[in-house]
Structure formats: structure tokens, C-alpha cells
């Protein structure tokens, strides 16, 4: 069983920065594929980007790609995703995600969320 625990987010104007920490339970963190999706009011919950056991093996959606920046650190149990010129429409709740897919997307557990909400 891993638990998440997302942390960071917040208010942040148009062409600002945050950086989000998920922090994880479990012995068998370093093992695990990692993600971070979000959801906006009204949408469906996307991905934004993974990374893989060892650091390698990452993956962004176009969206974000350039602007985020996702990486980890086993020995803190803890993976980060670096947001840099934020944008108005990149406000929604940002998900933890562990023990994931990178062909399916499927990840079996799942934090309790962060919001993150940038103005213009």
C-alpha cells in the first residue's frame, strides 16, 4: 500500500512559478513508475507528465511540455513537478499518482489532490 500526499500548490499569477511535492508511504516508492495528472472544474482529469523509477523515462503532455518539469528524489520518498510560466489555464487540482503505466496511463494509487489556481 502507498500513500500520497500532494503539497505546494496555491495562487500564483500568470507567468509565475510553483513547484508541487508529493510525498510517499510505502518501502517499495523507488520501484514505481510516478505521475501527476490535474483536473479542471468541468473537465476530465488529464495527465500531465511521468517519470520513471530511476529518473529516467519521462513524458509530458504537449500542453505543459517545456513549461513543467517532473523529477524525484527515492531516497525522500518525494516527487516533484516544477511549473514555470503558468498560464491561466493550467488552474485545476494536480494529482499524485503511483505504481502507473506509461502506455495505459493506469496508476493504482492515488493523493488527495492540490490546487493550484494562476490569474492573469
Known amino acids: 500500500q502507498v500513500k500520497l500526499v500532494e503539497s505546494g500548490g496555491g495562487l500564483v499569477q500568470a507567468g509565475g512559478s510553483l513547484r508541487l511535492s508529493c510525498a510517499a508511504s510505502g518501502r517499495t516508492f523507488s520501484g514505481y513508475r510516478m505521475g501527476w495528472f490535474r483536473q479542471a472544474p468541468g473537465k476530465d482529469r488529464e495527465f500531465v507528465a511521468t517519470?520513471?523509477?530511476?529518473?529516467?523515462?519521462?513524458r509530458y503532455a504537449d500542453s505543459v511540455k517545456g513549461r513543467f518539469t517532473i523529477s524525484r528524489d527515492n531516497a525522500k520518498n518525494t516527487v516533484y513537478l516544477q511549473m514555470n510560466s503558468l498560464k491561466p489555464e493550467d488552474t485545476a487540482v494536480y494529482y499524485c499518482?503511483?505504481?502507473?503505466?506509461?502506455?495505459?496511463?493506469?496508476?493504482?494509487?492515488w493523493g488527495q489532490g492540490t490546487q493550484v489556481t494562476v490569474f492573469s
Open positions: 517519470i520513471g523509477w530511476n529518473g529516467g523515462s519521462t
Open positions: 499518482a503511483a505504481d502507473g503505466s506509461i502506455t495505459t496511463m493506469a496508476y493504482n494509487y
